[in-house]
């Protein structure tokens, strides 16, 4: 287990790694910020990359804290209740590379589902966040938003209609997140009802945990793909983006009540009349800050990186 949570975390890295290229390559290529679906504020496909950048490295900890809950061994409990050999459990955890053992015994098989569980939360926390950009890309890619294009390699034909692409890589890495977040559930319901000591409920942990785990390091390494492969469209950014920064331009410039300023600008904009006298840039991410973020940047991580990933 701890194993694969260095592995996924070898992938988990890759796809921010990505992310940080693509935010760096179009760093100030506008992009619509929307809230509501409705299109907001002024941003960028830098900021947009980077944003997602930013909360995989804000639950890259959460795989920590999973391995700090898989790091005890359980050898030498037995079915729960320890052994009658005089067992030196304290050596045979060193041994086999563990933190420490388990203790007391007793807590060996209520444990049993929480190590579990926790791996497969730290990577659906990683596939909620690639699960939201692949929504992003689902939406930007239709004609209507036209924001970018994927590459024919990404998508699919439709079965009927020859004119159509699909984006079912994006799509049903979307619904990824999901099913790893269902394997965690499931070993949660498995055991949260089980009373103390061991009962045969428990081999059923197994399949959900790998199947989650397979599921999970399959979803980093196609978003990481799927990134790489996305053509950003570039295009002016309406004026009615930049009315809150005219509202405030006006209202620090002419000593007015920002909520004045705000009906006035917003009156302007609904007739059609409203012309913003700057159109300043969207704030720039710090892409250095992030990259520093990167565990990959120690040489202990680099190096154990690259040997899981050839």
Known sequence: MLFRSDAAEAEWAAVIEVLLSFAAAHR??????????????????????AGFAGALLDTLPLLDAARDVADRSPLGSAAGYGSPLPLDRTATAKDLGFSAAIEPVTAAQLERGLAESALLGALAAACHVVGRMAADICLYATTEFGLLRLP???????????????????ELLRGQARRVRAAQREIEDLTGALP???HRDLQHTKAPLLRGVRIARLSLRVAAHLVAGIQPNAGPLDAELFAAAEAFR???????????VYREVGHEVHAGAFVPEARPPAPAPDLDALWARLPGNRPDRRDA??????
């Open 250 to 260: 006006r209202a620090e410039a002419e000593g007015r009540p920002f909520r004045e």
């Open 28 to 49: 100030d290529l506008p992009l619509p910020g929307y809230t509501h679906l409705q299109r907001a504020m002024p941003s960028s496909w830098g900021n947009w990359a």
């Open 196 to 198: 103390s000591g061991y």
């Open 152 to 170: 024919p390699a990404l998508t699919t034909g439709s079965s009927i209609m020859p004119q159509k692409r699909n984006p079912d890589v994006a």
């Open 305 to 310: 990186w690259r040997a899981l990933l050839g």
